[in-house]
Nanobody
């Protein structure tokens, strides 16, 4: 069983910073792309940023220059450093990972965390 657990959300004032973490645990053979998505109230879930196992990154236009995604492959963890936060960044942030579990090493599955709330307000 593979689990993704996010942490680091909270309430922050506009212009502030937060750092989200997402740790993958369980019987894992390999982790490939990892990423962050978000869903604001009344809106569809949208991509924030992704990172490959080799470190190539991709960002939504709305967060370019403000957010940085990184990962520690030894810890099976992905991070999202969020700077210059705006009220429109308020959402539940979800971690996503493309994983081969040890029990099925030749298959890849999409896993999601339960989400962490980020609120940007004065």
């Amino acid at each position: 069983q593979v689990q993704l657990v996010e942490s680091g959300g909270g309430l922050v004032q506009p212009g502030g910073s937060l750092r989200l973490s997402c740790a993958a645990s369980g019987n894992i053979f390999g982790i490939y792309a990892m990423g962050w998505y978000r869903q604001a109230p009344g809106k569809q879930r949208e991509l924030v940023a992704t990172i490959t196992s080799g470190g190539s990154t991709n960002y939504a236009d709305s967060v370019k220059g403000r957010f940085t995604i990184s990962r520690d492959n030894a810890k099976n963890t992905v991070y999202l450093q969020m700077n210059s936060l705006k009220p429109e960044d308020t959402a539940v942030y979800y971690c996503n990972a493309d994983v081969s579990p040890a029990s099925s090493w030749n298959h890849r599955y999409d896993y999601w965390g339960r989400g962490t709330q980020v609120a940007v307000s004065s």
